[in-house]
């Protein structure tokens, strides 16, 4: 009975530990909504944002695909998009220490609200705590034109970073 019991409990053990395996090597360039990054000198700083692209598909932007109108969003898909900067910066004017911040925004209408968090190993934003915001700044919401069925997000050499979705576009600035 000893054995039986041994047995069990090594194969219950074997298939929950594969199972997270199977989650950590997961190729994510096969999801739906793949990974990306971009990165840029802008100055002596060095900018790497990490996000997943989501794809509209025929969707609606605010109506059934975040961002959701005056909702905190990932600002992509998957996990938290992080924003790294290996030196102190200033976003649009606003310092910002170097470090890993998730990425989080909110549209609110004619203006998006860009967010650097704390807490930037996250899934999404179900775990979003505006206690950990580091950074707020609110910037003008322009028509993207092209329409970007992918989500993008691009640095410029002169730090301006641009989020492109939909027919989204939003921008903020970053200098060393």
Not at 47 to 74: A, C, D, F, H, Q
Not at 82 to 101: N, S
Not at 123 to 150: H, I, Q, S, T
């Amino acid at each position: 009975m000893k054995h039986f019991l041994s047995v069990g409990i090594f194969a219950v053990l074997s298939f929950i530990s594969l199972g997270a395996f199977a989650q950590n090597t997961e190729d994510k360039s096969k999801r739906p909504s793949p990974a990306d990054s971009v990165m840029q000198k802008i100055g002596t700083a060095t900018v790497k944002i990490n996000y997943s692209k989501p794809s509209v598909k025929g969707r609606t932007i605010g109506k059934n695909l975040e961002p959701m109108p005056g909702k905190v969003w990932r600002t992509g898909a998957n996990e938290a998009t992080v924003f790294e900067t290996d030196k102190d910066v200033k976003i649009d004017g606003k310092p910002l220490a170097k470090g890993k911040y998730g990425l989080f925004s909110i549209d609110e209408g004619t203006d998006f609200v860009i967010i650097f968090n704390k807490t930037w190993n996250q899934w999404g934003a179900f775990n979003y705590k505006e206690a950990d915001d580091v950074l707020r700044v609110k910037v003008k919401k322009d028509k993207a034109n092209p329409f970007a069925e992918k989500m993008a997000i691009t640095i410029s050499d002169k730090g301006k970073v641009s989020l492109l979705w939909g027919d989204i576009l939003a921008a903020f600035t970053v200098k060393d």
